[in-house]
Nanobody
Framework: QVQLVESGGGLVQPGGSLRLSCAAS????????MGWYRQAPGKERELVAI???????NYAQSVKGRFTVSRDNAKNTVLLQMNDLKPEDTAVYYC??????????????WGQGTQVTVSP
């Protein structure tokens, strides 16, 4: 099994910044895609930003220019730098990783989620 552990959420004022981090552990052969999703109360989970092992990124339109996703392939970690946060960014943020375990079996794992609240 592959486990993901997130950290870095919290309460921040509008216009502020937060950085989320996620570390994957377990029997990992490689991780093709790592990224972040979020779910606000009463809404479906949505993609925020993802990054491939080669560094290709994809962002939700609502966060382009404000959020930056990055990863360290050697450490199996992914970061989400969030700047100019808005109240509508308030949600539980989930880390996701998709790849192959050491035995060659594909995995898709989720973290436990971390709360981000943007409020005056």
């Amino acid at each position: 099994q592959v486990q993901l552990v997130e950290s870095g959420g919290g309460l921040v004022q509008p216009g502020g910044s937060l950085r989320l981090s996620c570390a994957a552990s377990g029997s990992i052969f490689n991780i093709n895609v790592m990224g972040w999703y979020r779910q606000a109360p009463g809404k479906e989970r949505e993609l925020v930003a993802i990054i491939t092992s080669g560094g290709t990124t994809n962002y939700a339109q609502s966060v382009k220019g404000r959020f930056t996703v990055s990863r360290d392939n050697a450490k199996n970690t992914v970061l989400l730098q969030m700047n100019d946060l808005k109240p509508e960014d308030t949600a539980v943020y989930y880390c996701n990783a998709d790849g192959l375990e050491g035995v060659g079996r594909r995995f898709n794992s989720w973290g436990q989620g971390t709360q981000v609240t943007v409020s005056p």
